[in-house]
Structures are given as C-alpha cells and as structure tokens.
Nanobody, 120 residues
Framework: VQLQASGGGLVQAGGSLKLSCAAS????????IGWFRQAPGKEREGISCSSSSGGSIFYADSVEGRFTISRDNAKNTVYLQMNSLKFEDTAVYYC??????????????WGKGTLVTVSS
C-alpha cells in the first residue's frame, strides 16, 4: 500500500503547479483523500479534502479560490491544482487517504511529501 506525491518544485509567486498523488496497492475509489502541508517551523495542516465520490470538497481558507482538488479514479490518482501561488504556500505537501474522516490524525495512509517552494 503506497501513496506517492509528485509535482512539487520551485515556482515564482503568482505561478502555478499541479501536484499528483498516485495510489498503489489499494483503490482510491473508496477513500476520502486529503492534501496537507507543513511549512518550515510550523505544524502540518490540512488544506483540502475530497470525499470518495468527489461530491464533498473542503478547502482551508488560506487556499480557497486558488487551489482545486480533483480525482481520477480510473488512474487511481488525486490532483491538487495550485494557482496564484504565494510565498507563504512554501511547504512540503503530503497526500493521505482515509476510510472515514479527513483529519490530520484520522488518515489511514500517508504519502511521502513533495516540496513546493515559492519565490517572492
């Protein structure tokens, strides 16, 4: 069972990146997916969640209107489109899967993070 996040990199403020989270060993169809991030010196925080059907979506206030979560169950992959990036979006981004709630301490599987660096 594995989640692999990718797509991070260095981008200028105002730019865009699209993160991917590919699952192997299990099917994402039945899981709620969350994207979390941890900035240097800060605690990990949840920024977006998608229910298994995709019908229920959550965004943290800090990314609302700029980030979009989506899922392609046929590819067993979840995405996070990040637009209008700000310096404060700099963090390691993690994807995680839950069979129940989407919460920092409620996720069943975690992927290794991918670093996003936004230059000002």
């Amino acid at each position: 069972v594995q989640l692999q996040a990718s797509g991070g990199g260095l981008v200028q403020a105002g730019g865009s990146l699209k993160l991917s989270c590919a699952a192997s060993g299990f099917t994402l169809d039945y899981y709620t997916i969350g994207w979390f991030r941890q900035a240097p010196g800060k605690e990990r925080e949840g920024i977006s969640c998608s229910s298994s059907s995709g019908g229920s979506i959550f965004y943290a206030d800090s990314v609302e209107g700029r980030f979009t979560i989506s899922r392609d169950n046929a590819k067993n992959t979840v995405y996070l489109q990040m637009n209008s990036l700000k310096f404060e979006d700099t963090a390691v981004y993690y994807c995680a899967a839950s069979s129940s709630v989407c919460a920092l301490y409620g996720m069943d599987y975690w992927g290794k993070g991918t670093l996003v660096t936004v230059s000002s």
